[in-house]
Structure formats: structure tokens, C-alpha cells
């Protein structure tokens, strides 16, 4: 485990860095206006807040249709250090780090953002039960994210308090179902949960849809977010975690940290609906 001095989750993000943000907002944003009101000549830029560090692990998405379909979507992939616990005193000590860091960083925040998510070895057995969760991972920025076996050390005191801590917010595809699993399995809480695809229902036009986070990568920023059987449904109770286990879960706590971002800095589809009619009303016939 590093010190306070690795993490840097205070500091915030270079100008370039802003700007990637800013442009995967803007993709999202632009598709989002042609499909309702055709394309727009000058359209607004939507400003995200100031969030912690570094983009590193991202390309700025690719906004041609055309080439969409012509070319592979890059696989997203977290780029940052894994910080990996398994034993009781070593997740103790990276939430405690986990908290302390976040303390530092939310003199500026009302309310800190964790992307969040477990795993669990399933079952292919017919009345026997899928395994308890194993493995839980928490992301808060591009350059660190905490990937903890739960399954060999339980959930000590400090992880308790940051999951029970309700100024925390956490955020995940379907993150309800893995706070019921995880108060099943460990009889632990989980406050203050946002789900991105009811997030998503509220910024995304188009037919009703069930947005996953591999379909909200893609949509969001032309990526694509792999999630190969091999590893999803593999034993995540193993002694130790492969490298391609500790890819996977970081991965996509990351993926939710920074799927939240893109969406917060979209506005929901009633106020875009109200500023296109206003638009609208502006406009004269010859």
C-alpha cells in the first residue's frame, strides 16, 4: 500500500485533461440533439465540474458515424495503479486510506463519487446458490483503484463506515442488486447509490432502454468495454487474483466513475426538450 502522497485525488485535473471531459460530453451531447432536432450548427458546450486528476487511460472519442461503423471501436481499459487487498489488515488499511484521502479532497465537495462493483463466483448448478461476494472494487479517479477480496478478509470496520457513509456517493450499473447482495452476504449497508442507467434513461433520448456499462461505454464515448466469460465467470474465490482478474475489476469500477461524469455533465432531457422548444419559438417564416 502507498502513502497519503501516491494517491493525489485533491488535486485537480490539467487542462488538457478538462478538455478530454469536455469533449466526451460534447460527442454525447451532439448526437443526442441530432437525433432530436436534427444537427445543430453551433451547438452549446456543457461544462463538467472540476474532477480529480489525470484522463490518461482514455482517447478522445470518435465522433464520425461513419467511421463508427468502418472502424474497431479501442477497448477501454483502466491505466492507472491497482492497488490490490486481500487480507483483514490490508483492507482495513487501504479504506482507511480510502477515507482519509477522501477527507482531504472533499473540503471543496459537498459529496465525493465512487465507482463501485463486486464480483462473485456463479453457479452452473441447479439448486445451489451462486457464492458469496468475493471481490469488491471502488475507483475514485484515473490513477488509483482499490480492488478488494472480501471473499478472505471480510468487511472490516473502516470499509463498513465508507460504504454506510452517506456524503459518499457510489455509482454503478445496477448497483441496487449489488447492495442487496452484499447485505445479504455480509449484513452490511450500502447508502447512497446512483444507478447509471436510471441516470442514463434521464440524459439519453431514443426507445426505452436497459443501459449496461458496456452499452453505455460505447454509446458515450465510442469505446468498447470487454467483459470476456473466461474471466466474468471465473472463480473469484481463488486464493489469489490473476492479472486479467485484477484488469477486469478495476476496470470497470472505473468505467462507472467515469461513465458518471460524462452523464452529470449532460442535461436531462426535459430541459433540453424546453431550451429546443424556446429555440423554436424564435424562429420566423419568410
Partial sequence: MGGQDEWGWEQGL???????????????????RSDDFGESSNPQRSRSRRLPRSIVALQHPNTNPLSRCEMRLSVMKFGGRILYSKTAIDVEQAANHLLHTIANSKSKKTQFVLGFDIEWRPSFTRGVSPGKAAVMQICGDTSHCH???????????????????????????????????????????????????????????????????????????????????????????????????????????????????????????????????EKLEGVTSE
Fill in 147 to 277: 480492488v478488494m477480496h472480501i471473499f478472505h478478509s471480510g468487511i472490516p470496520k473502516s470499509l463498513q463506515l465508507l460504504l454506510e457513509d452517506p456524503t459518499l456517493l457510489k455509482v454503478g450499473a445496477g448497483i441496487a442488486n449489488d447492495a442487496v447482495k452484499l447485505f445479504k452476504d455480509y449484513n452490511v449497508s450500502i447508502k447512497a447509490v446512483e444507478d447509471l442507467s436510471y441516470l442514463a434513461k434521464q440524459k439519453l433520448s431514443g426507445a426505452p432502454h436497459q443501459w449496461g456499462l458496456g452499452s453505455l461505454t460505447k454509446k458515450l464515448i465510442s469505446k468498447e468495454l470487454r467483459k470476456p466469460n473466461k474471466i466474468k465467470l471465473g472463480n473469484w474465490e481463488a486464493n489469489f487474483l490473476s492479472k486479467e482478474q485484477l484488469d477486469y475489476a478495476a476496470t470497470d469500477a472505473f468505467a462507472s466513475w467515469y461513465l458518471y461524469q460524462v452523464l452529470e455533465g449532460l442535461p436531462n432531457l426535459e430541459v433540453a426538450a424546453c431550451q429546443g422548444s
Fill in 14 to 32: 490539467a487542462d488538457e485533461d478538462l478538455r478530454a471531459i469536455d469533449d466526451a460530453i460534447e460527442s454525447a451531447t451532439k448526437k443526442r
